[in-house]
């Protein structure tokens, strides 16, 4: 079944230091989304990069896809105290607006 | 800038009760769905909605499960008779390409 996976599942980093967090999947896909979602809470649309691309910027967000690796990264750079969340990939691969696959998600902690 | 909503934000019921969560979808968005996410565990999908019928669902959404657009604005998922396992948070979402997602309702089954 297609699945997104992300690793690594835990990451720590400092205030000001770079998060990069990878996704890979298993079949091919027409998007894939990344969402955030801080504990217990909703979950936020960061962005959104279709399978004809290969990277996409979002202010301090740059998202890259490689299908013929079917992986996708999501790096933030400058991470601050309030992007500690957990970064989930989502992959639709209906073409139709079905649905989205979750992958398993990465729990990053900023320390200030 | 217009959002997914959903009520309650939280509902405790007893095993064998019904219960019924509500959203309201972005006013222009013509897909919803419903997801769901254990505690500690990935976000799973459970049902698409399109044009007033159900357009895929998972195997989760069984004979239990139940959706229901009541009329312009509303959209609703019905479980007719929770179980321990229900307990869980769900998730209502609309859009197409991107979906969009409500900050859940958090079910807890007793």
């Known amino acids: 079944s297609q699945q997104g996976e992300e690793d690594p599942q835990a990451l720590s980093i400092q205030e000001g230091e770079n998060a990069t967090m990878n996704c890979s999947y298993k079949?091919?896909?027409?998007?894939l989304q990344w969402y955030r979602q801080n504990s217990g809470r909703g979950l936020v649309h960061l962005i959104l990069?279709?399978?004809?691309?290969r990277e996409k910027h979002s202010g301090r967000l740059r998202v890259t896809l490689d299908t013929s690796k079917k992986s996708s990264s999501l790096l933030i750079t400058a991470s601050r105290a309030a992007d500690t969340a957990s970064y989930f990939c989502?992959?639709?691969?209906?073409?139709?607006?079905?649905?989205?696959?979750f992958g398993t998600g990465t729990k990053l902690q900023v320390i200030p | 800038e217009p959002e997914v909503t959903q009520t309650p934000s939280h509902q405790v019921t007893q095993m064998g009760q019904e219960v019924i969560l509500r959203c309201v979808p972005i006013?222009?968005?013509?897909?919803f769905y419903w997801y769901r996410q254990i505690l500690g565990q990935k976000v799973e999908f459970l049902v698409s909605?399109?044009?007033?019928?159900?357009?895929?669902k998972s195997e989760i959404f069984d004979d239990q499960f139940s959706v229901e657009r009541p009329d312009g604005s509303n959209f609703t998922l019905k479980i007719r008779s929770t179980k321990l396992e229900d307990s869980a948070m769900y998730f209502c979402?609309?859009?197409?390409?991107?979906?969009?997602f409500g900050p859940g309702t958090r079910l807890l089954v007793l």
């Open positions: 979402a609309s859009g197409q390409e991107t979906q969009y």
């Open positions: 079949t091919s896909i027409n998007n």
């Open positions: 990069i279709r399978s004809n691309e």
């Open positions: 989502a992959t639709d691969a209906s073409g139709g607006y079905q649905k989205v696959t």
């Open positions: 006013s222009n968005h013509l897909y």
């Open positions: 909605f399109y044009n007033n019928e159900i357009s895929e």
